[in-house]
Nanobody, 123 residues
Framework: QVQLVESGGGLVQAGGSLRLSCAAS????????MGWFRQAPGKEREFVAG????????YYPDSVKGRFTISRDNAKNTVYLQMNSLKPEDTAVYYC????????????????WGQGTQVTVSS
């Protein structure tokens, strides 16, 4: 099993940047594909970024492509989400997730979830 703890959320003005971090427990972090999801009030949770076990490939939906970057440091058991050019519609609780697959892009593919961190973008 793996336990995930997110950090780095907060309040930022539109056009600003934030970097989220997700620290994972255990010594098998490199065996998990990692992803970030978000959920805004009244909306379904949506995929925003995924990275393969080795970090060699990344995946994004069109809504964040070119603005968000996912990366991982397997030596530090940590995955990051760099968010630039933030928009008010990026406001949501952001969740880190782990999958036993090479990588996942949908919620059912992920079996482990963090508690979430709030990101609020003001206009």
């Amino acid at each position: 099993q793996v336990q995930l703890v997110e950090s780095g959320g907060g309040l930022v003005q539109a056009g600003g940047s934030l970097r989220l971090s997700c620290a994972a427990s255990g010594r098998t972090f490199s065996r998990y594909g990692m992803g970030w999801f978000r959920q805004a009030p009244g909306k379904e949770r949506e995929f925003v970024a995924g990275v393969t076990r080795t970090g060699g490939s990344t995946y994004y939906p069109d809504s964040v492509k070119g603005r968000f970057t996912i990366s991982r440091d397997n030596a530090k058991n940590t995955v990051y989400l760099q968010m630039n050019s933030l928009k008010p519609e990026d406001t949501a609780v952001y969740y880190c997730a782990a999958t036993t697959l090479w990588v996942g892009v949908t919620q059912p593919e992920y079996g482990y979830w963090g508690q979430g961190t709030q990101v609020t973008v003001s206009s």
